[in-house]
């Protein structure tokens, strides 16, 4: 059974950074597929960004495009994503997850879920 640990989350005011990682343990990390996602209270779970097994692939939501970045060490079994230049919206409960298949946005077709990170930034 894959197990994932979200950690970094915080509070920052705007204009500021965070770096989350993603701790995977009970499978072959290079097998899957991450991604990370977010969610707000009364909302669905929003997709944020999305690599490849080897990380030669990467993909985001428009709405972090350009301050967030996603990378994985799979020596250390970890995929982060840095936050730059946050915004009041970012603030959400972060998740990470792991697919075994490509590139995908809709969380219902990930296999393996964190417990969240959250992120609160001020204005």
């Known amino acids: 059974q894959v197990q994932l640990v979200e950690s970094g989350g915080g509070s920052v005011q705007a204009g500021g950074s965070l770096r989350l990682s993603c701790a995977a343990s009970?499978?072959?990390?290079?097998?899957?597929?991450m991604g990370w996602f977010r969610q707000v209270p009364g909302k669905e779970r929003d997709w944020v960004a999305y690599?490849?097994?080897?990380?030669?692939?990467?993909y985001y939501a428009d709405s972090v495009k350009g301050r967030f970045t996603i990378s994985r060490d799979n020596a250390k079994n970890t995929v982060y994503l840095q936050m730059n230049s946050l915004k009041p919206e970012d603030t959400a409960v972060y998740y990470c997850?792991?697919?075994?298949?490509?590139?995908?946005?809709?969380?219902?077709?990930?296999?393996?879920w964190g417990q969240g990170t959250q992120v609160t930034v001020s204005a």
């Open positions: 997850a792991a697919r075994y298949s490509g590139f995908d946005f809709r969380s219902q077709d990930y296999n393996y």
């Open positions: 009970g499978g072959t990390f290079s097998d899957f597929a």
């Open positions: 690599i490849s097994w080897r990380g030669q692939s990467t």
